[in-house]
């Protein structure tokens, strides 16, 4: 905002510039709209009942690697919700961490595959990541593409993230590397 101003002030930018930056008014809207839908759902309790459903419906786990499996397909259906990473991290890794360690999954191994599909959210949706609005608002894709190819990309990543990831940080934390 003080750059946006200072641009503004020193004659950088006209605001008549601003106003046809349609791209950047796009932005806007899908940010505000989505952080406040985030901001909505954690007010009225939704994560917090979603952390209690998760722990009920989980506890049939092993607390390995299904578990984990099922914690990260799990977050990748809850990242449609999020507009940004960072309100992501906040509000469902304590969720999810939670509903981890309470079925005994190990707890660094859980850590990494929960941070590690925060990824996903950059792909999936053309609000989930810092520069999907961007381009995005520039016409580059149509949602219908973006939500195709972001889907096909999250499974893909999802595969070889439980196929190679897992177990080569199971590998790393046994040996003490990690």
Request: hydrophobic fraction near 55%; glycine fraction near 12%; proline fraction near 2%.
């Amino acid at each position: 905002m003080i750059a946006m101003v200072g641009a503004l002030v020193f004659n950088i930018i006209c605001w008549n510039d601003v106003l046809q930056n349609k791209g950047g008014w796009n932005t806007l809207i899908w940010y505000g709209g989505i952080i406040g839908l985030s901001a909505t759902l954690s007010k009225e309790g939704f994560f917090k009942w979603l952390t209690a459903f998760m722990s009920d419906h989980l506890d049939f786990l092993d607390g390995g690697n299904s578990t984990i499996m099922m914690i990260v397909v799990l977050s990748i259906v809850v990242r449609y919700l999020f507009a940004s990473g960072g309100a992501y991290v906040a509000a469902m890794v304590p969720v999810f961490a939670t509903v981890g360690l309470v079925t005994g999954t190990a707890p660094v191994l859980l850590a990494l595959a929960i941070l590690f599909s925060n990824s996903y959210g950059g792909c999936i949706t053309h609000y989930g990541g810092a520069a999907g609005p961007i381009i995005f608002a520039a016409g580059y894709n149509d949602i219908k593409s973006w939500w195709i190819v972001g889907t096909i990309v999250a499974l893909l990543t999802f595969i070889v993230h439980m196929l190679v990831g897992i177990p080569w940080w199971g590998f790393l934390i046994q040996n003490n590397i990690l």
